[in-house]
């Protein structure tokens, strides 16, 4: 099965990826690793993104494109792959569907705003030892120091309310229009994120199977 996973920064795309693919035996192909694993490897497409990077520009969608298209070629995805954080734009989803990729399933997680930034605000990582702990749902057993190494623990810039807003914003604009893309070829299957990751987990898995 070929899935796409949409969602809004922070809605817990991540960790339901690791699930699905664990359930499926399928890989996860996340933009920002495929990135990586191609500078390091020296593609072609691999060499044209560090061009790029080096530039301090951001990789255009061409060379994206080809570096999702090498890495589908691959043989660990003929059984099916899950797609997170590409299409981000519907250029990118165009661009998909001319290459000849079939998608099966489209799965948008949805969250508040609001709950999003709760989330993602009150998330602290220690400095040492890179342990994540949250504010309100998993605190520390002593206020700002890491239960398992003692280090400091900080808030990264990424999840700063005003940095979240500046991220959602984009969101909103760059990428929720490709659940009307995806909804006009009945592929688009709405998932509410749960409070408990368990609960968010069966309505995904529900959905796969419907």
Known sequence: MNIILLGAPGAGKGTQAEIICERLSIPTISTGNIIREALKSGTEMGLKAKSFIEAGSLVPDEVVIGIIKERLAKGDCENG?????FPRTIPQA??????????DKVIDIEVTDESI????????????????????????????????CNGTLVQ???????????????????????????????????????????????????????
């Open 81 to 85: 792959f899950i797609l997170d954080g």
């Open 156 to 210: 990264r810039k990424d999840d700063h309310p005003d940095t979240v807003l500046s991220r959602l914003e984009v969101y909103h604009k760059e990428t929720e229009p490709l659940k009307a893309y995806y909804e006009k070829q009945n592929k688009l299957v709405i998932v509410y994120g749960q409070d408990e990751v368990q609960d968010t987990t069966k309505l995904v898995l529900q959905a796969l199977e419907a």
């Open 94 to 103: 165009e661009a998909l569907d001319k290459m000849g990729v079939v998608i």
């Open 117 to 148: 930034v709760k989330r993602l605000s009150g998330r602290r990582v220690c400095e040492d030892c890179g342990a994540s702990y949250h504010l309100e749902y998993k605190a520390p057993k002593v206020d700002g120091k890491c239960d398992k």
